[in-house]
């Protein structure tokens, strides 16, 4: 059974930092994608980021892009979502997804955890 596991969440002020994790069972990570999506109150949930685990090949958002890094660790089947420069505008319920290659759209994606919120206020 395919599970994944949301961390790191929680309150920070406007610039500051968080780092998500996103730990998996049930699969072989280094053989998925794994992308993080986020929902704000009242609005769709919208893509972030991903990661390629077959060659660790990464793509953005434009509205995190040089801000958010991910990366993974295929010994400890998890990913990470480092958030530097943090605005308000980031709040939201970071959720994880994995998926054989990245897509952008929710439909592309099998398994889904349970999310973890972000909030950036001061």
């Known amino acids: 059974q395919v599970q994944l596991v949301e961390s790191g969440g929680g309150l920070v002020q406007p610039g500051g930092s968080l780092r998500l994790s996103c730990a998996a069972s049930?699969?072989?990570?280094?053989?998925?994608?794994i992308s993080w999506f986020r929902q704000a109150p009242g609005k769709e949930r919208d893509w972030v980021s991903c990661?390629?685990?077959?060659?660790?090949?990464?793509s953005y958002a434009d509205s995190v892009k040089g801000r958010f890094t991910i990366s993974g660790d295929n010994g400890k089947n998890t990913v990470y979502l480092q958030m530097n420069s943090l605005k308000p505008e980031d709040t939201a319920v970071y959720y994880c997804?994995?998926?054989?290659?990245?897509?952008?759209?929710?439909?592309?994606?099998?398994?889904w955890g349970q999310g973890t919120q972000v909030t950036v206020s001061s």
């Open positions: 997804a994995t998926t054989r290659w990245c897509g952008v759209e929710e439909y592309d994606y099998e398994y």
């Open positions: 990661i390629n685990n077959s060659d660790n090949s990464t």
């Open positions: 049930g699969l072989t990570l280094g053989y998925w994608a």
